[in-house]
Each structure stands twice: as C-alpha cells, then as structure tokens.
C-alpha cells in the first residue's frame, strides 16, 4: 500500500524554525515528483515548493516562501523535507506533502496522485 506520512508540525514563535517530514512506504518517494502544500480554514489548498523526480532533481517555490522554506529528499530514507526558516503568523496552516507520478508535478493539487494526511503548523506572534 501506498502511504506519505508527515510530521515535524507543532508551535512556534514568529522567527522560529520547523522541519516537516514526508516519510513514503510501498513506492520509491525519488521516482516521483513531490510537493509541498498548505491549506488555510476555508481555503483550497495551495502550492508551497515542489521537486522534480530524482532525474535533476529541480526545486521551485512560490515566491512567498522561496527565501525562507526549503525542500530536500533523502532517497536512501525515502524521505522528504520542508525545512521552513523566519515563520510568520500568515505560515499558519496544515501542511500536506504529495507524490506525483510524473516527473514534474508542478503547483496544481490535482497534478498530485498521492497525499499525505497533514500536519499542523501554527505560528504565534
């Protein structure tokens, strides 16, 4: 079975740092393309970074967050990170990653076959 499993997600201040955890089982995480969202109360779910499958390996961020978050993938745990550096309150919301079966999955959620359940991030001012 196929399962993304995050964690890493909690409080913390404005200015503090996280690193949320994307653990994948029954299929190789680097074949797949893989994705960061987040979704706001009310909101549809919107695009955070994204990584190409594990040939290059190209990384792109939504201009909001490109300076302070980063995504990387440890193929040999088949695993994915956001770190996510100088947290503002607006950071607030739970954070899904997701697996596409393309080499690119680019920012639109329906690209995405696979999700995990989320994480709640919460940033207090």
């Known amino acids: 079975q196929v399962h993304l499993v995050e964690s890493g997600g909690g409080l913390v201040q404005t200015g503090g740092s996280l690193r949320l955890s994307c653990a994948a089982s029954g299929f190789t995480l680097g074949n797949y393309a893989m994705g960061w969202f987040r979704q706001f109360p009310g909101k549809d779910r919107e695009f955070v970074a994204g990584?190409?499958?594990?040939?290059?390996?190209?990384?792109y961020y939504a201009d909001g967050v490109k300076v302070r978050f980063t995504l990387s993938r440890d193929n040999s745990k088949n695993t994915g990170y956001l770190q996510m550096n100088s947290l503002k309150p607006e950071d607030t919301a739970v954070y899904y990653c997701a697996a596409s079966g393309s080499s690119y999955g680019g920012r639109t959620p329906s690209n995405y076959n696979y999700w995990g359940q989320g994480t709640q991030v919460t940033v207090s001012s």
């Open positions: 990584i190409n499958s594990w040939t290059g390996g190209s990384r």
